[in-house]
Structures are given as structure tokens and as C-alpha cells.
């Protein structure tokens, strides 16, 4: 995660590139996250690179009552749905999801899907680590286990259809 930057008297800059980036990586189940920015200290923003392997498991449709999330296609193709709006994106193309819309994604193509996904404030690379040691068990994940981690950092699955 990272931590860094050089401090003016009006503002903080923070200056990405391969010697200050500290990355962490998590796997969830077949999704891997990799962390590049933590905002969650401060209430910040947060970016993250995921990487969805077709067919996967993703997590249900859900909603974040204190953060907009917006996605950013790198490579392969990623179906989005935000509300009642489903789309196919493929590289350089993006979604947003405002606070409290149901949002969700899948890959059901035939290569590797990879993006940059950005939240503010940032929900942070804590949540991701405790969805993982629920879904990196061994067999079906515990759904109420699932809930109780969302419902910890503001997400709400949203109600069956």
C-alpha cells in the first residue's frame, strides 16, 4: 500500500511510479486485487487492479452506502451492471456506480479481464483481506460470514430477484 509523498504548505502530493508504488496484493477465491492505493487511513481515495479469470466467482450484487466506485477496462472484457444498466467493456472504456446504486460484474468470456477499479472514500485493502479469509476456505463460502464482513465495511447485497 501506499504511503508516500512530499508535503507543501497548501497540500500533499503523492508521486506513483515503480520505486514508490507498494502494491499488495490479495487473493479472493479466483480474484486477485492488487492494492496500489490505501485511502482508507484518511478517508481518501483508493485504487485497486483487479483481475477477473473467466467464468469466476464474484462477489453477489451489492451497494455501498459511503462510497462511489468507478471501473476502468485495462485488458480483456468485463460485463458491468450498474442498476439496470449491463454493459460489456473492454479496454479503456469505464463505468460509474454513484453511493447506494446495486452494482456487480462477471466475466463470462474467454480471456483474462483486468481493471482499475477506484473508490472514494475508499472502503480499503482491509476489506479485502476479510472477504478473503472467508471465500479461501475450501468449498462453498459461508454466506452469513460473507454478509457480516460487507455489512462491517457499508456494502448491502442487494435483494434477490
Do not use: W
Request: proline share 8%.
Amino acid at each position: 500500500m501506499l504511503h508516500c509523498g512530499r508535503t507543501t504548505s497548501q497540500r500533499h502530493i503523492v508521486i506513483l511510479d515503480s520505486t514508490t508504488m507498494n502494491a499488495h496484493d490479495i487473493l479472493a477465491g479466483q480474484l486477485r486485487i492488487r492494492y496500489l492505493i490505501d485511502g482508507s487511513h484518511n478517508g481518501g481515495l483508493g485504487m485497486f487492479e483487479l483481475t477477473v479469470p473467466p467464468g469466476s466467482n464474484v462477489p453477489p450484487p451489492h451497494s455501498h452506502t459511503h462510497n462511489e466506485e468507478i471501473v476502468y477496462v485495462l485488458e480483456g472484457t468485463l460485463r458491468y451492471t450498474v442498476d439496470s444498466e449491463s454493459r460489456d467493456l473492454t479496454p479503456g472504456q469505464t463505468m460509474r456506480t454513484p453511493k447506494g446504486s446495486v452494482h456487480g460484474f462477471s466475466n463470462p468470456f474467454g480471456l483474462v479481464a483486468k481493471a482499475l477499479i477506484t473508490l472514494a472514500p475508499d472502503i480499503g485493502a482491509a476489506y479485502f483481506e476479510d472477504v478473503a479469509a472467508v471465500v479461501n476456505t475450501g468449498g462453498p463460502p459461508d454466506k452469513a460470514a460473507l454478509a457480516s464482513v460487507m455489512s462491517r465495511y457499508g456494502l448491502v447485497p442487494a435483494a434477490p430477484k
